[in-house]
């Protein structure tokens, strides 16, 4: 039974080390997937189906940690198979990497102890010290190949090192220090005539030294986007064979350099607009010969940059979005009031509902239960961006992710505004602020529900009082009074009303120890150092969602 069951797993691990060798498509590793039975597994997790779909697409490439992975599976397969079989052995003590066995040793499997490589302490002394590895016993290379590798060693170790590889948390450490060394700064530069000893040249140039180190942090985080747009050619290849379709993929500016948080963020939202951008977007060949077009579609990944915002587009030049279709299925789902006459522009917009989809069957490919709404999240959610739709003249469509540049206030050190409401200081990050203005009591609005706009330059915001929310009414004055500060994030935006605003600076960012958010209404995104003084930073993101949703009802 042993000979049966070891028949049945050689195959597949021979598939297994085939993946090592060479450049395997996605139909290689998708086969050896399905057989291992990976290809079925129902996951209540869409980030991790997204997991599996990139290695059976090919965007995952296939390394030795993967190898191993998988072969150790079918040692698991082949143990169950044993234990079904009543021929189980009792637990090793240590078992090597499973490998291919060789022909003919079944047998001797079967009754031979495992083998167990000796310690280097206790090889035998009688070992001859120069002992020739397995295999390449009596084969010294010959003087000439010698004095050949001698050369080139040599001649390796006179070129410069160009680059290095850095582990994530040491540069993480290297950020930490930075912002300890920025706090000092701010303590000595705050300290008024205490620190009368130390020259106004010496804080200048302690300044530039620190501003010298950030600016070398933030640039050492820098990584090409050609680290995931290339394995998007393996990911495109394999949909295009799966679907039968042709393809001529075009990537653009994969040089720009991007935060390796954005870098990482980036990935699966690409993966999905490629997947329906080949699955909905182009035609068949014979339906793009028919309708006079070339039988080999054209789809294109292109990044650029224009001042502090990224953008990437994903275009392709296909039958373009189903303006009719889409409005049809958003009036079934009550998206749409009777009678409401919406532009194409609007109507392709609510693809990025949560759950909508158009797809009529499921596939593979579409209708999987990860719709374009996973994709806005993602965008909106980790990178503070927004994403685009349009049909383009001629046919086809393009989905434009726009993504600021400024690194997640999460992340340590980040430009803020140091605000006064009545006795509390709160810190807003700088990222999120469009302008500070004064206002006038004129441009007040009290509505019915007993919320309140204000008109800045024209344009109407909700008015969010700080000092309401902080539980401090005997403060709050006339709106003229203060200053108001608006935001935004994504598609919402506000304007929050202030006593004051003291300054602009740096300040390090850091979590709690404890559950404050538990503690306070007001939402909390950190702990923020700004030197002699400290103050809690506004979680943004959440006092929009959360303070306009009932303006909005």
Known sequence: MRDHIRQCIAPLEEKILELENGRPTGNDVSHVLEALGLSHLKLASTQVISLLDMLADGITPVNEPIVTALLRLCEAHKKFLYALAGVLDQPRAATAPP????????????????ATTPEPSIMPETMPPTMPMAGQAGAEPPAEDAEKHAEKALAASKQSITSIRVPTERLDSLIELVGKLMVTFAVLSQSGMRGATLS??????????????????????L???????????????????????????????????????????????LVHLLRNALDHGLETPEERVAAGKDETGAVNLTAFRKGDTAFVEVSDDGRGLNAG?????????????????????????????????????????????????AVANAVRTALSGDIAIENLKGGGSRFTLSIPLSRSVNEGIVDALVCRVGQETLIVPSRDVLEIYAPQAEDLVALPDGSETVSVRGQIFHLLRLCRHLGLDDTCRGIERGLIITVRMGELKAAILVDEVLRQQQVVVTGFTVPVQEIYTLPILGFGMMGESDALVLDIEKLLVELTTPAQA
């Open 223 to 269: 990584v090409p986007l050609k680290q995931i747009f290339l394995p998007m050619n393996r990911l495109v290849q394999s949909l295009s064979q799966k679907m039968q379709k042709k393809v001529r993929f075009t990537i653009t500016g994969d040089e720009l350099a991007l935060d390796k948080t954005i870098v990482e963020c980036l990935n699966e939202p």
């Open 325 to 373: 279709k889409i409005l049809k299925k958003a009036q079934e789902r009550g998206l749409v009031e009777p009678g409401q006459e919406l532009s194409e522009q609007e109507i392709i917009q609510f693809i990025l509902s949560s759950g909508f989809s158009t797809a009529e069957k499921v596939t593979d490919v579409s209708g999987r239960g990860v719709g374009m709404d």
């Open 200 to 221: 106004a040249s010496t804080l200048a140039e302690l300044d530039t030294v620190i501003t010298g180190l950030q600016t070398q942090v933030d640039a050492i985080r």
């Open 99 to 114: 490998r291919l066995e060789a022909p003919g040793a079944a047998q001797a499997d079967d009754a031979a102890p495992p």
